[in-house]
Protein backbone atom coordinates (compact mmCIF):
# COMPACT_ATOMS: atom_id res chain seq x y z
CA UNK A 1 0.00 0.00 0.00
CA UNK A 2 2.92 2.28 1.28
CA UNK A 3 4.19 2.09 -2.72
CA UNK A 4 1.06 2.77 -4.00
CA UNK A 5 -0.27 5.75 -2.22
CA UNK A 6 3.57 7.03 -2.78
CA UNK A 7 2.78 7.35 -6.73
CA UNK A 8 -0.30 8.92 -5.79
CA UNK A 9 1.10 11.58 -4.15
CA UNK A 10 3.90 11.90 -6.37
CA UNK A 11 0.85 12.84 -8.95
CA UNK A 12 -1.18 15.00 -6.68
CA UNK A 13 2.17 16.97 -5.40
CA UNK A 14 2.84 17.55 -9.00
CA UNK A 15 -0.90 19.29 -9.51
CA UNK A 16 0.00 21.38 -6.30
CA UNK A 17 3.20 22.79 -7.99
CA UNK A 18 1.88 23.35 -11.38
CA UNK A 19 -1.21 25.30 -9.60
CA UNK A 20 0.80 27.29 -7.54
CA UNK A 21 2.82 28.36 -10.38
CA UNK A 22 -0.60 30.21 -11.49
CA UNK A 23 0.33 33.27 -9.12
CA UNK A 24 2.94 34.19 -7.62
CA UNK A 25 3.06 33.22 -3.34
CA UNK A 26 4.57 36.66 -2.92
CA UNK A 27 5.98 35.37 0.88
CA UNK A 28 9.07 33.56 0.78
CA UNK A 29 8.59 33.20 4.83
CA UNK A 30 5.84 30.75 4.20
CA UNK A 31 7.51 28.32 1.89
CA UNK A 32 4.30 25.70 0.12
CA UNK A 33 1.55 28.16 1.51
CA UNK A 34 0.74 29.66 -2.11
CA UNK A 35 -2.85 31.80 -1.08
CA UNK A 36 -4.64 29.11 -3.07
CA UNK A 37 -3.57 26.32 -1.46
CA UNK A 38 -5.36 26.88 1.35
CA UNK A 39 -8.71 25.26 2.76
CA UNK A 40 -11.84 26.47 2.60
CA UNK A 41 -13.30 26.28 5.79
CA UNK A 42 -11.08 27.51 9.01
CA UNK A 43 -10.67 23.55 10.96
CA UNK A 44 -11.24 20.42 10.16
CA UNK A 45 -10.53 16.68 11.43
CA UNK A 46 -11.40 14.44 8.39
CA UNK A 47 -10.74 10.65 8.60
CA UNK A 48 -9.70 8.66 5.39
CA UNK A 49 -9.98 4.56 4.58
CA UNK A 50 -6.98 4.31 2.44
CA UNK A 51 -7.31 0.37 0.76
CA UNK A 52 -4.95 -1.36 -1.48
CA UNK A 53 -5.71 -4.10 -4.12
CA UNK A 54 -3.14 -6.53 -5.49
CA UNK A 55 -2.54 -10.19 -5.78
CA UNK A 56 -6.06 -10.63 -5.57
CA UNK A 57 -6.56 -9.24 -2.13
CA UNK A 58 -7.34 -5.94 -0.21
CA UNK A 59 -5.26 -4.07 2.54
CA UNK A 60 -6.99 -0.89 4.38
CA UNK A 61 -5.28 1.63 6.81
CA UNK A 62 -6.94 4.31 8.85
CA UNK A 63 -5.58 7.99 7.40
CA UNK A 64 -6.66 11.31 9.80
CA UNK A 65 -5.90 14.93 9.11
CA UNK A 66 -6.32 17.93 11.33
CA UNK A 67 -5.70 21.39 10.00
CA UNK A 68 -6.13 25.15 11.32
CA UNK A 69 -6.25 28.24 10.41
CA UNK A 70 -7.58 27.52 7.28
CA UNK A 71 -4.54 24.47 6.89
CA UNK A 72 -1.71 26.84 8.09
CA UNK A 73 -1.56 24.21 10.43
CA UNK A 74 -1.26 20.90 9.57
CA UNK A 75 -1.39 17.07 11.11
CA UNK A 76 -1.28 14.33 9.64
CA UNK A 77 -1.81 10.76 11.24
CA UNK A 78 -0.38 7.76 9.00
CA UNK A 79 1.21 4.34 10.04
CA UNK A 80 2.61 3.95 13.17
CA UNK A 81 3.79 8.53 12.47
CA UNK A 82 2.50 11.74 13.15
CA UNK A 83 3.62 14.58 11.07
CA UNK A 84 2.42 18.29 12.40
CA UNK A 85 3.22 21.21 9.95
CA UNK A 86 2.93 24.68 11.51
CA UNK A 87 3.72 27.65 9.57
CA UNK A 88 2.60 30.38 12.22
CA UNK A 89 5.10 29.10 14.83
CA UNK A 90 7.88 28.21 11.85
CA UNK A 91 7.96 24.19 13.30
CA UNK A 92 7.82 20.97 12.29
CA UNK A 93 7.27 17.78 13.89
CA UNK A 94 7.32 13.95 13.63
CA UNK A 95 6.11 12.19 16.34
CA UNK A 96 6.12 8.36 17.16
CA UNK A 97 3.27 7.55 19.26
CA UNK A 98 4.30 4.32 20.42
CA UNK A 99 7.58 5.18 21.90
CA UNK A 100 6.73 8.98 22.83
CA UNK A 101 9.81 10.37 20.81
CA UNK A 102 9.67 13.19 18.28
CA UNK A 103 12.19 15.33 16.40
CA UNK A 104 11.94 18.71 15.75
CA UNK A 105 12.47 21.01 12.55
CA UNK A 106 12.29 24.22 11.26
CA UNK A 107 8.93 24.75 8.74
CA UNK A 108 9.67 23.96 4.96
CA UNK A 109 8.51 23.38 1.87
CA UNK A 110 7.91 19.99 3.02
CA UNK A 111 4.60 20.79 4.07
CA UNK A 112 3.59 20.72 0.16
CA UNK A 113 4.87 17.44 0.14
CA UNK A 114 2.59 15.71 3.37
CA UNK A 115 -0.46 17.36 2.85
CA UNK A 116 -0.64 17.61 -1.51
CA UNK A 117 -2.80 14.47 -1.78
CA UNK A 118 -5.06 16.22 0.88
CA UNK A 119 -5.72 19.01 -1.10
CA UNK A 120 -8.16 19.03 -3.48
CA UNK A 121 -7.48 21.42 -6.80
CA UNK A 122 -10.89 21.88 -7.82
CA UNK A 123 -13.30 24.36 -9.35
CA UNK A 124 -12.12 27.30 -7.80
CA UNK A 125 -8.55 27.00 -8.95
CA UNK A 126 -7.21 26.56 -12.57
CA UNK A 127 -6.62 22.88 -13.30
CA UNK A 128 -3.75 21.15 -15.37
CA UNK A 129 -5.52 17.71 -15.16
CA UNK A 130 -7.31 18.88 -18.46
CA UNK A 131 -4.13 18.70 -20.35
CA UNK A 132 -4.08 14.92 -19.51
CA UNK A 133 -6.03 12.17 -22.02
CA UNK A 134 -9.21 11.29 -20.98
CA UNK A 135 -10.05 14.61 -18.77
CA UNK A 136 -13.56 14.74 -17.74
CA UNK A 137 -16.42 16.18 -15.34
CA UNK A 138 -18.02 13.84 -13.44
CA UNK A 139 -21.19 13.79 -11.75
CA UNK A 140 -20.98 15.00 -8.13
CA UNK A 141 -20.34 12.22 -5.52
CA UNK A 142 -21.32 12.22 -2.12
CA UNK A 143 -19.10 10.85 0.26
CA UNK A 144 -18.83 11.40 4.14
CA UNK A 145 -22.01 13.60 4.43
CA UNK A 146 -20.68 16.23 1.28
CA UNK A 147 -21.33 16.68 -2.04
CA UNK A 148 -18.01 16.82 -3.93
CA UNK A 149 -16.98 17.69 -7.70
CA UNK A 150 -15.35 15.06 -9.47
CA UNK A 151 -12.53 15.00 -12.28
CA UNK A 152 -11.36 11.81 -14.05
CA UNK A 153 -8.44 11.65 -16.67
CA UNK A 154 -5.95 9.17 -17.63
CA UNK A 155 -1.66 8.64 -17.91
CA UNK A 156 0.46 7.15 -20.36
CA UNK A 157 0.54 4.35 -18.36
CA UNK A 158 -3.07 3.66 -18.79
CA UNK A 159 -3.98 4.53 -15.12
CA UNK A 160 -6.95 5.99 -14.19
CA UNK A 161 -7.27 8.40 -11.40
CA UNK A 162 -10.71 10.26 -10.23
CA UNK A 163 -10.24 13.37 -7.86
CA UNK A 164 -12.90 14.63 -5.79
CA UNK A 165 -13.40 17.19 -3.26
CA UNK A 166 -15.29 20.17 -1.41
CA UNK A 167 -14.10 23.09 0.05
CA UNK A 168 -10.58 22.65 -1.36
CA UNK A 169 -10.22 19.37 1.16
CA UNK A 170 -9.95 15.36 -0.53
CA UNK A 171 -12.58 13.38 -0.17
CA UNK A 172 -12.08 10.97 -2.48
CA UNK A 173 -9.52 10.07 -4.57
CA UNK A 174 -8.73 6.67 -6.07
CA UNK A 175 -6.69 5.58 -9.12
CA UNK A 176 -6.57 1.62 -10.83
CA UNK A 177 -5.47 0.47 -14.43
CA UNK A 178 -8.88 -1.21 -15.87
CA UNK A 179 -11.47 -0.97 -13.38
CA UNK A 180 -11.43 -0.04 -9.56
CA UNK A 181 -11.30 -2.70 -6.83
CA UNK A 182 -8.83 -4.90 -9.27
CA UNK A 183 -5.14 -5.53 -8.77
CA UNK A 184 -3.11 -2.49 -9.15
CA UNK A 185 -5.57 -0.05 -7.56
CA UNK A 186 -5.69 2.11 -4.89
CA UNK A 187 -8.45 4.73 -3.13
CA UNK A 188 -8.04 7.25 -0.57
CA UNK A 189 -12.24 7.70 0.84
CA UNK A 190 -13.00 9.88 3.52
CA UNK A 191 -15.04 8.25 5.65
CA UNK A 192 -15.89 11.48 7.95
CA UNK A 193 -15.26 15.01 8.15
CA UNK A 194 -15.96 17.35 11.51
CA UNK A 195 -15.78 20.69 11.53
CA UNK A 196 -14.72 20.73 15.38
CA UNK A 197 -10.63 19.19 16.07
CA UNK A 198 -9.04 17.93 19.18
CA UNK A 199 -7.31 20.45 21.53
CA UNK A 200 -3.60 21.00 21.30
CA UNK A 201 -3.44 18.62 18.01
CA UNK A 202 -0.51 20.83 17.08
CA UNK A 203 1.99 20.58 20.11
CA UNK A 204 4.00 18.19 21.35
CA UNK A 205 2.62 16.24 24.48
CA UNK A 206 4.49 17.00 27.22
CA UNK A 207 5.54 13.49 28.10
CA UNK A 208 7.54 12.94 24.59
CA UNK A 209 10.96 12.55 24.33
CA UNK A 210 12.96 14.43 22.12
CA UNK A 211 15.12 12.33 19.99
Known amino acids: ?22 KDSGDEDDPGLDSELLYGVKTGKIVYKA ?26 EMDEVVWIYDAVAKKSYQLIPASKKYSESPFSADFGVASAAYFYLGDDLHSVWSYYPGFSKKSDKNVAGKTCSLYSWNTTEGITTEWGGWKRITFWMQSYKGSPETDDSFRLEATSFSETIPANS ?6 YTKL
Do not use: H, N
Open 51 to 76: TSWESGSSTSATQTVIFDDYGKRFRL
Open 1 to 22: MKTKFKLLLSAAILFVAFAGCS
Open 202 to 207: FTVPSD
